[in-house]
């Protein structure tokens, strides 16, 4: 009778520790579902023509309408209308899924997340062609002083739109709505 005792007293704790297991378990997927669910299936992105850093090299190209643009038009207008028109022409290789950027990048060929970084490289290319077509080609001007603001807003577009959250924000919103799947 002794050994029936301890017999079931073994087989309660072992029955105790395998609910005990089987919870930890079931807490386990519950948060590897919650991690694929957060997760975007990259299969449903877009092919795209270029990665990132080919697009950048060789489709940005800012001419003497979006010099124009820029300087007569508020920055935020006419950035976002300036890489609206380059979508038009050649996709930015940009998708949203779940309200987030991915970027497609030369580095692995697929996607990944648009983080600051990426957002921020993006940016200082696009400002430097502005730069370097400006210097190239003056808007003309009547004085200096006209001149000398043209300069200074061409400068900004890099502070613009990299260092003050509120303009990041609206142009990481129209990156947004132009690329959503």
Do not use: G
Not at 62 to 71: E, G, M
Not at 134 to 161: A, L, V
């Amino acid at each position: 009778m002794d050994n029936c005792k301890v017999t079931n007293e073994f087989l309660l704790e072992r029955i105790n520790h395998l609910e005990e297991l089987i919870i930890l378990l079931s807490e386990k997927i519950d948060e590897l579902q919650n991690v694929k669910s957060s997760i975007p299936i990259l299969s449903n992105f877009p092919s795209v023509e270029y990665n990132m850093e080919d697009w950048l090299d060789n489709i940005v190209c800012v001419n003497a309408t979006d010099l124009k643009l820029i300087l007569t038009t508020p920055l935020n207008d006419a950035f976002i209308q300036f890489l609206h028109n380059l979508h038009i022409k050649h996709t930015i290789p940009l998708c949203t899924n779940k309200r987030k950027l991915y970027v497609y990048t030369r580095e692995n060929n697929s996607w990944e997340e648009f983080t600051d970084i990426s957002y921020n490289s993006f940016v200082q290319h696009i400002w430097r062609e502005y730069l370097k077509y400006y210097k190239e080609n003056r808007y003309p001007r009547e004085t200096k002083d006209e001149e000398d603001e043209d300069m200074k807003k061409i400068i900004s577009i890099r502070k613009h739109f990299c260092e003050t959250e509120r303009h990041k924000n609206i142009l990481k919103k129209a990156l947004r709505t132009m690329t959503t799947l």
